[in-house]
Every structure is written in C-alpha cells, then in structure tokens.
C-alpha cells in the first residue's frame, strides 16, 4: 500500500463509569453480538467531543457530561485491515432517555463490571474496549483541553 492510500479512520469511544460498572454497548458486527464502548466515527464538521456524546446517545440513550480523555491509540482491525485512530474519552452519565431509538445494529445498552467484561473477553469487539477501561482505572485521566484546534 502506498502512503497516499492509506486513510486511517477517525473515531472515538467513550468510557463510562457508574458504581463499578461501566456502559457498553452490545451490537451486531460481522453477524455476531459483541461488546464495545459506545463509540463510532467522527461525521464531518463534527468535533471529537462532538462525536463522543453524540455516538453515546445514538447507541445507549444516554446524556452525557465529557470530564476528559483516557488516551488516543491505533488498532487495525484484522477483520478488514483498516487502522483506525480512536480517541477515548470518560465521562459520567447524566440522564437516560428510555424511548430513544437505538441505532441500527445495537442490540442493547447494558452495564458490566470489569470483571464480567473480562468474563467476556471473547465477545469484546476488539482489545481495545478492556484495554480502555483498564487505562482508565490506572489513572489514565487527562483534561479536555489536551484536544485543541487551530484558530
């Protein structure tokens, strides 16, 4: 592959927290139910913020309040070989909205421990979604002003 062909894709994911259990989503992919984070890609004219709490609602009905980012990473996919450029966020839960319709694909919003998460290892969308929960509780916090724009 030359340079000029390779496109990473941009996305992000959100780690959140509530009383030892962290929201996930579980949702179809390649004809399978597996676990993530809520996540997904960054739309255009849209900020990394903007696509964290977006995507967040569109997969769990939740609102939520951005606190800061857990860290930036790179995964291809084995899958399909695309790389793609997460940034994972944290933030808390503010208000569930019971009659939002989930998106396409999602089969339902649910709350895990870490330790049930790790119990499904195998049915993790990739290793990034323990991989991000395990940073975030190492202390892994980093303020929301480390993503800034040029002027």
Same mark, same amino acid.
């Given at each position: ?11 992000? %994911? ?13 949702? =179809? %992919? ?20 903007? $696509? ?9 009905? &939740?609102?939520? /309040? !951005? ?9 291809? #996919? ?22 939002? /319709? =989930? ?7 649910? &709350? ?6 790790? /119990? #499904? ?6 290793? =990034?979604?323990? $991989? $991000? ?12 002003? !480390?993503?800034?724009? /040029?002027?």
């Amino acid at each position: 592959m030359k340079y000029k062909d390779f496109i990473p894709h941009v996305t992000v %994911a959100t780690v959140i927290e509530n009383d030892g259990k962290f929201l996930l989503v579980e949702e =179809l %992919a390649d004809g399978k139910a597996v676990y993530n984070q809520p996540a997904g890609h960054l739309d255009a004219n849209e900020s990394l913020e903007q $696509a964290a709490i977006r995507e967040t609602l569109e997969e769990t009905g &939740w609102d939520i /309040a !951005l606190r800061g980012v857990v860290g930036l990473s790179l995964y291809t #996919a084995p899958s399909n070989g695309v790389t793609y450029s997460r940034t994972t966020f944290f933030a808390s839960a503010v208000r569930h909205n019971e009659d939002q /319709a =989930l998106d396409k694909g999602i089969i339902q919003a649910v &709350w895990l421990t870490l330790d049930e998460m790790r /119990a #499904a290892s195998d049915r993790m969308r990739s290793p =990034l979604v323990i $991989a $991000a929960v395990d940073q975030y509780i190492k202390g892994a916090r980093y303020p929301l002003e !480390l993503i800034f724009r /040029a002027p």
